[in-house]
């Protein structure tokens, strides 16, 4: 009987032995089990030694240490298991000497990995290098000269590929107006060219219509309608400490509405402030529509504005005590006034202008505004 076949049936008859002992296993029959083991170890004792013999030996010898060592019955089970499962797939390792067990390579896997190291060492990577020969490969094999074969064709589509990409690709091109590199380079410049330029006339035209905004801003400015404050007095405050309560405000102020364009009248309307202590309105100005002529004023007099019965908040209480026991009382004066004026280019053109200033009375005193104040007090643009 030919070696290889006498083999193959000791493997298929390790098999059984195999199914034998997982039974037993599953059934709790450990004992059992580690006979049929020592009856398949004396089984392959005549036959004659080659890599699979070996091979299923020294499986044998793993089992019968793990199922006799005390704590390992669990990992017998799953050794046992992989190697039905491998046995199952045909993928017993059958090349090279035992020493350990190696499920997963094939006696084809082996001399095809070995050529592959070969030819990773060659000089030149043109020529697939010669085939491995080993004393358990046979290369008369049907199977193994398919195999070479196909991988021959393999490396030879693999390193004939390279060599036609390399002729395409160092083919000149040539096209009716001219190199087909040159044109791509003259157009990519071409390109970067006109974005550079795009780019810079963009920033330019920012430039512009910033440096043209404050230019107008700057020369329409000083000609534009305002309304300021002329002066301004505190006639009465009764203050009740106690609870925060103003009992009675007294104060007289005067606006000056200013139209400084020498050529065309200035139009004032919604004339709406107010004027706060510590937060709270105390008081509200508002008058009615009216025109300022070229280059002049108008007062808007406001006398003995009376306010009564507000009452401040405990922070409006404390900054209250301490502006009376410093001698000077703090109002704020906020609100917009639309106007309208026909200056150059803004030809009846409305504008809010706003007010957010601060008078600040001498009181307990004469009640008279700070200068300062109501010199900087007035509405403004934008």
């Not at 797939?89 to 592959?116: N, P």
């Not at 709406?272 to 004023?297: C, E, Y």
């Not at 005193?365 to 010199?375: K, S």
Request: net charge positive.
């Amino acid at each position: 009987m030919p070696v290889a076949l006498r083999t193959e049936r000791a493997r298929r008859h390790h098999v059984t032995f195999l199914d034998e002992v997982r039974t037993m296993a599953d059934g709790g029959d450990l004992h059992g089990a580690q006979g049929k083991l020592v009856e398949a170890r004396n089984d392959l004792a005549h036959e004659q030694s080659n890599p699979m013999i070996d091979f299923l030996r020294a499986t044998l010898d793993k089992l019968l240490g793990l199922i006799t060592s005390p704590g390992q019955h669990a990992g017998f089970r799953a050794y046992l298991r992989s190697l039905r499962t491998s046995h199952d797939r045909e993928r017993v390792a059958a090349t090279g000497d035992v020493k350990g067990v190696r499920l997963f390579e094939t006696r084809h896997t082996s001399a095809f990995r070995g050529q592959a190291k070969r030819f990773e060492k060659q000089a030149t990577m043109g020529h697939r290098p010669p085939a491995h020969h080993d004393s358990n490969f046979n290369e008369d094999d049907d199977d193994t000269h398919r195999l070479r074969d196909r991988e021959e064709g393999r490396t030879r589509t693999r390193m004939e590929r390279p060599v036609a990409v390399e002729a395409r690709n160092n083919r000149p091109w040539k096209t009716w107006w001219g190199d087909d590199d040159k044109h791509r380079w003259s157009s990519a410049r071409s390109t970067s060219a006109c974005a550079w330029v795009l780019c810079i006339l963009c920033v330019l035209l920012v430039i512009g219509a910033i440096v043209l905004g404050i230019l107008l801003f700057a020369v329409y400015n000083h000609k534009m309608p305002y309304l300021a404050v002329a002066d301004a007095q505190l006639g009465a405050l009764q203050y009740a400490g106690q609870d925060g309560t103003v009992q009675n405000l007294q104060l007289s102020i005067a606006f000056l509405a200013i139209n400084k364009d020498s050529r065309a009248d200035a139009s004032f309307s919604r004339v709406n402030l107010a004027l706060k202590l510590q937060g709270v309105d105390m008081l509200l100005f508002r008058a009615p529509p009216f025109v300022v002529p070229p280059d002049s004023s108008m007062p808007l007099q406001y006398n003995d504005v009376v306010s009564t019965g507000r009452r401040l908040d405990k922070a409006g209480m404390r900054s209250m005590d301490k502006s009376l026991n410093a001698g000077v009382v703090p109002f704020d004066l906020h609100g917009k006034v639309r106007t309208r004026g026909n200056t150059g280019i803004f030809q009846n053109t409305q504008f809010w202008t706003r007010f957010s200033c601060r008078l600040r009375f001498f009181f307990p005193g004469n009640g008279t505004v700070i200068p300062a104040d109501r010199r900087s007090c007035r509405s403004r643009w934008p």
